[in-house]
């Protein structure tokens, strides 16, 4: 299976902050990998996939880049809807894997 | 517009069963692959398993803490996805997703519907 590790695990932002996420998959997934945000008690809505390409009605601040193992999830400047969990996830192969997360919150 | 919405789930004791069903609208079902990704109280997300496209045979795959007790199925007619938990166990206790498969040779993830809690328990 290929795990993906995500880092940080959690930060602490202020709103108005550049924020960067890194999803590393424990062998090359090509460009295969997607990026998730989940709020408390709802569903994942999709951000981004082909690691880079943003998901209709996603605004342009979300970002993604990366390709193989090493992968970043970039929020240019994070406003207060922006605070959540954020998962990637590889669809290079099965099984179907996720990140463990990290949760961005409010400093 | 795409919309998923999930049903079935409940209090359901260790060694019973339960079925799912994520009834569907707005794209045309038989398109697309379809996943169910489930999430245990307080934790990550965790892929259960895919049923292709029509275009593909509507075959499954399945992660292996499922192989075998949980099967996904899909109803044309009703354009509805459904998953069968057998032998269910507490460690299967989690908010259940029904997912859609984009377009494209190797889907990703899109649309998520709002998830349905499966609790395990006696």
């Known amino acids: 299976d290929i795990q993906l590790t995500q880092s940080p695990s959690s930060l602490s932002a202020s709103v108005g902050d550049r924020v960067t996420i890194t999803c590393r998959a424990s062998q090359g997934i090509d460009n295969y990998l997607a990026w998730f945000q989940q709020k408390p008690g709802k569903a994942p809505k999709s951000l981004i996939y082909?690691?880079?390409s943003l998901q209709s009605g996603v605004p342009s601040k979300f970002s993604g880049s990366g390709s193989g193992t090493d992968f970043t999830l970039t929020i240019s400047s994070l406003g207060p809807e922006d605070f959540a969990t954020y998962f990637c996830?590889?669809?290079?192969?099965?099984?179907?894997?996720f990140g463990g997360g990290t949760k961005v919150e409010i400093k | 517009e795409v919309q998923l919405v999930e049903s079935g789930g409940g209090l359901v004791q260790p060694g019973g069963s339960l079925r799912l069903s994520c009834a569907v609208s707005?794209?045309?079902?038989?398109?697309?692959?379809m996943d169910w990704v489930r999430q245990a109280p307080g934790k990550g997300l965790e892929w259960v398993g895919r049923?292709?496209?029509?275009?593909?045979?509507?075959?499954?795959e399945y992660a292996a803490s499922v192989k075998g007790r949980f099967t996904v199925s899909r109803d044309a007619s009703k354009n509805s996805l459904d998953l069968q938990m057998n032998s269910l166990r507490s460690d299967d206790t989690a908010v259940y997703y029904c997912?859609?498969?984009?377009?494209?040779?190797?889907?990703?993830?899109?649309?998520w519907g709002q998830g349905t809690l499966v609790t395990v328990s006696s």
């Open positions: 707005g794209f045309t079902f038989s398109d697309h692959y």
């Open positions: 997912v859609r498969g984009s377009s494209g040779l190797v889907p990703a993830l899109d649309y």
């Open positions: 049923i292709r496209n029509k275009a593909n045979s509507y075959t499954t």
């Open positions: 082909s690691a880079s």
């Open positions: 996830q590889q669809y290079k192969s099965y099984p179907l894997t």
